[in-house]
């Protein structure tokens, strides 16, 4: 069974940073691409960030670009977002999952979904 366990999240202030990590079980990291998604309250799940599974190809929503950093451990099974020049905007629980391919844009083509890390951006 593929699954994620997200960690990492936090309250942070504007301007912080965080590392979030996701460590998978039951199955091998490198046969897939690793997306990012986060939900906010009262709003639709996003994809934020994707890397591929062997070019190490990264892609980002245009709101993180600059700011947040995908990255694989394949070694150690385990993917990572860090999340620099945090805004309020980016609270939210964030999730990890798999697909065969980069599709930010297509939530139905993920699985593995784990229980989510909250991050909260607040003064």
């Known amino acids: 069974q593929v699954q994620f366990v997200e960690s990492g999240g936090g309250l942070v202030q504007p301007g912080g940073s965080l590392r979030l990590s996701c460590a998978a079980s039951?199955?091998?990291?490198?046969?897939?691409?690793i997306s990012w998604f986060r939900q906010a309250p009262g709003k639709e799940r996003e994809g934020v960030s994707c890397i591929e599974r062997r070019n190490g190809q990264v892609e980002y929503v245009e709101s993180v670009k600059g700011r947040f950093t995908i990255s694989r451990d394949n070694a150690k099974n385990t993917a990572f977002l860090q999340m620099n020049s945090l805004k309020p905007e980016d609270t939210g629980v964030y999730y990890c999952?798999?697909?065969?391919?980069?599709?930010?844009?297509?939530?139905?083509?993920?699985?593995?979904w784990g229980q989510g890390t909250q991050v909260t951006v607040s003064s």
């Open positions: 039951g199955f091998t990291l490198d046969w897939y691409a």
């Open positions: 999952a798999v697909s065969s391919m980069c599709e930010l844009d297509n939530i139905l083509a993920h699985e593995g």
